[in-house]
C-alpha cells in the first residue's frame, strides 16, 4: 500500500537541512514514524515534513526548492 506525505503548510520545499548537507533521506531508504524527510520554508521559518508512518521512501513528489501548498504529496511511502 502506498502512502503520500502532505506539506504540512505552503512554502519551499528543501530535501536538505541547509545547502551544504546531505539529504535528509534517499528513494529505497527506510523511513520511520514521525521521521522528517524534507523542510517546508515559509515566511523565513522552517517546519519539518515528517512522515506519518513508517515505510521505506518510494518516490519524491516534489524536488528540492520547488514550491508546494498546504497538503500537497510530497513524497510516496511503500
Do not use: H, N
Request: no cysteine.
Amino acid at each position: 500500500m502506498v502512502k503520500q506525505v502532505l506539506a504540512p503548510l505552503p512554502g519551499l520545499f528543501y530535501r536538505k537541512p541547509s545547502p551544504d548537507a546531505a539529504p535528509f533521506k534517499q528513494e529505497g531508504d527506510p523511513v520511520a514514524a514521525g521521521e522528517t524527510i524534507g523542510l517546508i520554508e515559509a515566511m523565513k521559518s522552517f517546519f519539518p515534513v515528517e512522515a506519518d508512518v513508517a515505510g521505506t521512501l518510494a518516490r519524491f513528489l516534489a524536488q528540492d526548492g520547488d514550491t508546494v501548498d498546504a497538503d500537497q504529496a510530497i513524497a510516496e511511502l511503500e
